[in-house]
């Protein structure tokens, strides 16, 4: 496995990353069994970082990684670096009801990662959307104090903008910007991605396939469970599902030319747009990371870029990433 640095102080870590997310929640049902078979598999092929949140299905997402770690190879267990994300309230029944970015909750979230987590610190730690209430600066603070304490090593961000960005470097090392970022979601490109490298900031890159979109084996008639969030999605819905699939069928003809897969190509194409870049591939299933596996073996030289740039121009994505709802909470789109 290729090895990548977060930024110029955040830790080294494989060039790919494993999301754990899908393993909890927001995609259906997931199999324990098969999630814990997966991130073994991961860590297997030379993977060391998997990225979390504290919200994920309210602490399952935690404690798989805590199960998982503890029944894996003391070497493999060594290496790993997790990174989680905080600050989202939820309901009993599921809901969002908002975020809190407070010093005092910050510590009190770690607090309790930690223990689920079953490990003594965080290796990068980060608030999952900024709190409209509490300046940026009070809460990158808070987790600065964390790291101070040996409980943090490294300090994230998650979906701010390039202003947001300037103002938590002011107060602290920032290792990497986790941010959604792919073939169909190229908004960094204008000004954050700029920011980030003006002031040696990584980027950990989610959605790289866009929730399955540009995989190549999510179809036009797939019916969608209940607990899935993508029935809920702007990009999944009626002529707007139709239209971003007619780009994948565009991507598919060039990866076909060059005997990889649809998912191969777009997760290779994130990889080339810099060495600061690390994706996370959102794999749930073996069979789907051994084919994440394989991007990184795939070189992408200046005509291939070329045709994946005509077949799928910036902006061509139809419908927004998220609902409208949703969107309001996302610093990087301000």
């Known amino acids: 496995m290729q090895t990548r640095t977060l930024g110029t102080t955040g830790p080294q870590t494989s060039a790919l990353g494993l999301g754990c997310m899908g393993m909890s929640a927001l995609y259906g049902d997931s199999?324990?069994?098969?999630?814990?078979?997966?991130?073994?598999?991961?860590?297997d092929a030379g993977i060391t970082l998997l990225d979390t949140g504290d919200f994920y299905g309210m602490g399952?997402?935690?404690?798989?990684?805590?199960?998982?770690?503890?029944?894996?190879?003391?070497?493999?267990?060594?290496?790993?670096?997790?990174?989680?994300?905080?600050?989202?309230?939820?309901?009993?029944?599921?809901?969002?009801?908002?975020?809190?970015?407070?010093?005092?909750?910050?510590?009190?979230?770690?607090?309790?990662?930690?223990?689920?987590?079953?490990?003594?610190?965080?290796?990068?730690?980060?608030?999952?959307?900024?709190?409209?209430?509490?300046?940026?600066?009070?809460?990158?603070?808070?987790?600065?104090?964390?790291?101070?304490?040996?409980?943090?090593?490294?300090?994230?961000?998650?979906?701010v903008g390039a202003q947001t960005l300037r103002r938590a470097a002011a107060v602290a090392p920032i290792s990497d910007l986790q941010i959604e970022y792919s073939l169909l979601s190229r908004g960094i490109e204008e000004a954050i991605l700029p920011t980030a490298r003006?002031?040696?900031?990584?980027?950990?890159?989610?959605?790289?396939?866009?929730?399955?979109?540009?995989?190549?084996?999510?179809?036009?008639?797939?019916?969608?469970a209940a607990n899935d969030f993508r029935g809920m999605s702007p990009r999944f819905q009626g002529e707007n599902l139709d239209r971003n699939l007619d780009l994948v069928d565009a991507l598919r003809k060039i990866a076909d030319q060059k005997g990889v897969s649809v998912a191969q190509t777009a997760i290779a194409w994130v990889l080339s747009r810099g060495t600061d870049i690390v994706p996370l591939v959102g794999a749930r299933r073996r069979d789907r990371l051994t084919e994440a596996l394989g991007a990184p073996d795939v070189t992408l030289d200046a005509d291939d870029l070329s045709a994946i740039e005509h077949a799928i121009p910036p902006g061509a994505a139809a419908g927004d990433r998220y609902p409208t709802e949703q969107m309001a909470h996302l610093d990087s789109e301000h």
């Open 60 to 159: 399952h997402n935690e404690l798989l990684i805590n199960e998982a770690l503890r029944t894996a190879p003391a070497a493999a267990r060594e290496k790993a670096r997790i990174s989680v994300k905080f600050g989202a309230l939820r309901t009993v029944e599921g809901g969002f009801t908002g975020y809190d970015g407070r010093p005092n909750a910050v510590k009190n979230f770690a607090a309790y990662s930690l223990q689920r987590l079953g490990t003594d610190h965080i290796d990068i730690y980060r608030i999952a959307r900024v709190d409209p209430d509490v300046p940026i600066e009070e809460t990158v603070g808070a987790i600065a104090e964390l790291v101070e304490a040996g409980h943090v090593r490294h300090i994230g961000l998650s979906e």
């Open 31 to 43: 199999d324990r069994s098969e999630s814990l078979a997966t991130v073994h598999a991961a860590l």
């Open 198 to 224: 003006e002031l040696g900031i990584g980027i950990t890159a989610y959605g790289v396939l866009s929730r399955g979109l540009i995989s190549g084996h999510f179809t036009r008639d797939r019916k969608l």
